[in-house]
């Protein structure tokens, strides 16, 4: 078993370890959610076998490559998945920050009255409380 | 009285730019999608299918917000609903109407009946599961009872329009009961107050001067079929006397002077041997004057099961079929003939308009038993035309029930439509809910079901999420290429309006 | 030509408050004549008199002849400098200060109600600066040029200042319409921004006016782009709102868009915004300065030589067309205007200020062309203007 790390911009590098006809990936998951590692995997499963498993490290997560087919070279498959491990966490935190605002939104798009400011639907005008209607 | 003199400077009577970009601290990232585009670039697409290109240092940047707002795409980010950087909740409320649009084909719920009258033809089509070649009325006609029931039940739907679509078989060998079903519709619409629309597909071998006065006379229009050139549509679909365009053609012609040009459509299906023939499949459609195509896709367990082995195809090459054709039609527009493939139509409307694609094909929720539905001869009741094909072959998952026995409560509240609506929704799909055409794209649960073996399916194997990738990456290389002939093209295709001619691209 | 609205005369001491009437050159019945004002070079006789909601005339009234006129036609004003502008079927206002402003003209395409001075709006560019003053009371005269404005006129603007400041009175307003002038297309100037509650949007769909169209501008797809160019925070987003809401609500709207410096760079993407998120507008009308009220001393701010922008108002015209929005370029000459675009551009200023230069007399397509606002002949036009020969 060789040991590379695969450079990318993101500077913590992953352990990796070859046999034949499988690899393993360690993946660490201060810096990676487990969501983005089994979203990546999933991408993989018609290239290859994928296992997650836990780590003999703690807070490590492992993902053990199984070629499908004799000869298979899983070099190439384990750099396209480490930059699709990147895509998957900015994903992550994409869903974490907009998630919310997503529901918010399908949610408004199907509802009768206005989920967000009760003044808009009910508010008198002729009050005019949040004084629109002021005059410069 | 004097008034008192201040020692404060009067705010000026109009106040700069500043004043008003009352901006939080930093941005915050509404939902989107994004995708890895050639040449270090990122598609990012928002929830309503509004797109940019980002180049990948400016994604990151803006992902990681650090992207400042005299970037160049900033505002464009912002305007078109990316970032949000003020305390607003207006865009919010812009997107939520927005949604409702794009989803709004689910007003009304059920609109496209299909009727099977009958499963008897006098065609042996490759890709057809269903038809017999056979006299026997009783056992393969749909009877009045059932055809009556099937009308009651479609106006049960909530819809203000309902189309009626015959199909079969070839759908004309049972007149009768395609004359009642539009007769006791429209007898129970002068209480209902919908607004009907009648098609018959039809192979046109039947079709006689008595029955053209008929749709005539009753606004009905006709879809055919025309897979290409003769020899292949006589290939594609055999019959005894192996004449099948010659009688598509001939009738075509009448159909034509009896209805109207335009009240008779065709429709194309692509097997293997079509696969060489892209420029001239499109040529033919041009050659009989049709005004549109769809390159229609096979799924493998679209051919009927004892000619479909050397039929079958993958997906790749219909890829390269469809865009040979496609490029065909663009020439054959650019030299002045107005053609439209449907495909990509439907595509483009939801990548380049607000609007949602109306085929059932490309929904989310999918069409299938929401959107659709199709009453078979014998009174089962299937959620599309593949479901009831899926049962002449043994497979009865997607019946949702029968005219006889059960109503409308139990049919479109069952359990089988529930569990079919559980695969339809594209938003919770492994592989789809990630990805940059989920707003583009469309659900098939039945087809997931046939070829994966659940509803849900398994994206990096689906040869349904291929295609569509494909085609979809393709129309936007068009689209960016720059031509402007083909932008406004897709534009007319996608918005449906023929307007002035604008001189920068004539070609002269 | 300007036309001229207003003319000058002398009030007897007995016309004490203002009122309107319909102009008429012959005698009536007495059962109108309370309707009218009676309008002639030289009176007629006293008797002729009576009734009249108002009488004028070019002749000189001395001070004995007005306190015995007094008893006959109290309402009068003499000495007028000029009746020629004013025609049969006109509505006129005559004031205790002896002036006479026309408010409606029979046979015009261009009549309007201003119904306030009032805004709660600044644009930088405003024809029509606001004014703060109370003139709510003036409804009544408003809702009197209803009663008498002729009811096969094709179309009535409401302008302003901001109508909407009129809340209900501005909802009974368009109901009068609606009763009165029903065949009559009424087109309503509004930032919109008192739309922001969806109340006011119900109420005026609820009156159910058969022809009627709200115009309100939208300068930019970016917010403070927008608020700064209509000098208010937030107005950006309660346009939108009540845009939203008047949509809702089956209210058509157009969209209207001055170009000038601070809104042409954005111009094609502000009409991806427009296609995106206002697609149910019924119009959208891209609109050159007028070089009136506040463009005066910000004209060197938002000055630009159309022949600038023209790329960007080709690119967002086409746009719009292409997807099936109705598209209009008003107050553009067509000799700055790139020929593909023609087809878009409306005769759209208003008779009484539409003005061309004199070599405009040699041009062949100045049938087609709007031609200038009286305002850019004095204050600046483009330096490209030059006859058409075709």
């Known amino acids: 078993m060789t040991s590379m790390s695969i450079r990318d911009s993101q500077p913590t590098p992953v352990a990796i370890s070859l046999g034949h006809n499988q690899a393993a990936l360690e993946v660490d998951l201060t810096i990676y959610a487990e969501r983005a590692v089994s979203r990546a995997s999933y991408k993989f499963t018609d290239r290859c076998y994928l296992l997650l498993s836990r780590s003999e490290q703690p807070g490590w997560l492992k993902v053990t490559f199984g070629a499908k087919h004799e000869k298979q070279d899983l070099g190439p498959l384990l750099g396209e998945f480490c930059n699709e491990l990147l895509d998957q966490q900015i994903r992550d935190d994409l869903s974490i920050e907009a998630g919310p605002i997503r529901d918010l939104i399908v949610a408004q798009a199907f509802a009768e009255g206005n989920l967000l400011d009760p003044q808009r639907d009910d508010g008198s005008y002729e009050d005019d409380a949040l004084g629109i209607g002021t005059l410069r | 009285m004097e008034s008192a003199r201040s020692d404060k400077p009067r705010p000026p009577l109009f106040r700069p730019l500043d004043h008003y970009r009352q901006r939080t601290e930093g941005y915050r990232l509404l939902p989107f999608r994004f995708m890895r585009w050639p040449a270090k670039e990122v598609l990012l697409v928002n929830d309503v299918g509004e797109f940019i290109f980002l180049e990948d240092q400016r994604f990151k940047a803006f992902v990681g917000h650090r992207l400042d707002l005299t970037d160049p795409r900033y505002l464009d980010l912002k305007a078109k609903h990316f970032l949000l950087d003020t305390e607003s909740n207006v865009p919010i409320e812009l997107l939520a109407t927005k949604y409702r649009t794009k989803k709004s084909f689910l007003e009304g719920f059920t609109k496209l009946h299909l009727f099977v009258v009958t499963l008897r033809c006098d065609h042996s089509c490759h890709y057809c599961q269903v038809s017999r070649v056979s006299t026997n009325r009783s056992k393969y006609d749909m009877t009045k009872e059932t055809a009556k029931k099937a009308v009651e039940l479609m106006f049960r739907s909530p819809s203000p329009a309902l189309k009626v679509e015959f199909q079969g078989g070839e759908s004309l060998l049972n007149f009768e009961v395609i004359r009642y079903v539009v007769e006791y519709s429209q007898e129970l619409n002068v209480r209902e107050g919908r607004n009907l629309e009648y098609v018959v597909a039809t192979n046109l071998v039947p079709l006689t001067d008595e029955i053209l006065e008929y749709l005539r006379d009753h606004s009905i229009l006709l879809s055919t079929s025309l897979d290409g050139p003769e020899a292949l549509h006589n290939s594609n679909r055999p019959r005894k006397g192996n004449d099948s365009y010659a009688i598509t053609v001939r009738n075509l012609q009448r159909a034509r002077e009896v209805l109207g040009h335009d009240r008779v459509s065709a429709v194309m299906t692509t097997t293997k041997l079509s696969l060489g023939q892209p420029r001239e499949i499109v040529d033919e459609y041009v050659r009989r004057k049709f005004g549109s195509i769809f390159l229609r896709s096979i799924s493998p367990y679209g051919f009927a099961v004892r000619t479909g082995e050397a039929l079958r195809y993958e997906t790749s090459e219909f890829l390269s079929f469809y865009k040979q054709a496609l490029q065909r039609i663009i020439e054959v527009n650019r030299e002045g003939y107005d053609f439209v493939e449907v495909y990509a139509q439907m595509l483009l409307t939801k990548m380049l308009t607000p609007f949602p694609s109306l085929y059932v094909d490309l929904q989310s929720p999918s069409g299938a038993g929401l959107g659709a539905v199709a009453y078979n001869y014998d009174g089962e009741v299937y959620a599309s035309d593949e479901a009831r094909m899926l049962s002449e072959m043994g497979d009865k998952t997607f019946r949702l029930g029968n005219l006889h026995e059960e109503g409308y409560e139990e049919i479109f509240g069952g359990e089988s439509l529930r569990a079919l609506a559980a695969g339809s929704v594209l938003e919770t799909l492994p592989g789809c809910t990630d990805c940059a055409f989920l707003p583009y794209c469309g659900a098939d649960p039945i087809f997931n079901h046939r070829t994966q073996g659940d509803v849900i399916g398994h994206r990096p194997t689906s040869a349904f999420c291929s295609k569509n990738i494909e085609i979809i990456r393709h129309l936007f290389g068009l689209i960016r290429e720059g031509d402007p002939f083909v932008k406004d093209l897709f534009t007319r295709w996608a918005t449906g309006v023929r307007s002035e001619p604008m001189t920068r691209y004539k070609v002269s | ?390």
């Open chain 3, 1 to 390: 030509m300007s036309l001229r609205l207003q003319t000058q005369g002398k009030p007897l001491p007995s016309l004490t408050r203002s009122l309107l009437g319909r102009i008429t050159t012959t005698s009536l019945e007495s059962e109108i004549r309370p309707d009218h004002i009676l309008m002639a070079d030289l009176l007629p006789g006293q008797n002729d008199l009576r009734g009249y909601a108002g009488v004028l005339t070019r002749e000189s009234v001395s001070p004995d002849w007005a306190e015995d006129l007094a008893q006959f036609a109290p309402a009068m004003i003499h000495s007028v400098s000029t009746l020629e502008h004013l025609q049969e079927g006109d509505v006129a206002a005559m004031n205790p200060n002896g002036s006479v402003r026309t408010l409606y003209r029979r046979g015009s395409r261009h009549n309007a109600i201003l119904v306030t001075e009032r805004c709660n709006s600044f644009c930088v560019m405003c024809s029509q600066p606001p004014k703060r003053v109370d003139d709510r009371r003036l409804i009544a005269q408003h809702l009197r040029l209803v009663e008498l404005i002729d009811p096969t006129t094709e179309a009535l603007g409401i302008t302003g200042g901001e109508p909407t400041l009129l809340k209900k009175d501005l909802l009974w307003l368009i109901q009068r319409c609606k009763e009165l002038l029903p065949t009559t297309s009424l087109h309503v100037l509004s930032n919109g921004r008192l739309f922001y509650y969806g109340a006011f949007a119900r109420d005026l769909a609820a009156i159910g006016h058969p022809d009627l169209m709200i115009g309100i501008p939208l300068y930019s797809d970016i917010d403070w782009e927008h608020d700064h160019v209509v000098q208010a925070v937030g107005a950006f987003d309660q346009t939108l709102v009540g845009l939203q809401h008047l949509g809702r609500y089956g209210v058509p709207v157009e969209i209207r868009v001055v170009i000038h410096r601070d809104t042409y760079k954005r111009l094609p993407e502000l009409a991806e915004f427009i296609y995106r998120n206002l697609t149910f507008a019924s119009h959208v009308a891209l609109m050159g300065l007028e070089m009136m009220g506040f463009a005066i001393p910000n004209l060197s701010d938002l000055w630009i030589d159309p022949v600038e922008y023209a790329p960007e108002l080709v690119e967002a015209t086409s746009f719009l067309a292409h997807r099936g929005m109705n598209v209009s370029i008003y107050n553009h000459q067509l000799c700055v205007v790139p020929r593909e675009i023609w087809s878009f551009c409306k005769r759209s200023i208003s008779d009484w200020k539409n003005d061309y230069l004199p070599e405009c007399g040699e041009c062949t397509v100045r049938e087609r062309c709007g031609g200038f606002f009286s305002s850019s002949l004095q204050r600046g036009y483009s330096s490209s203007i030059r006859p058409i020969v075709m």
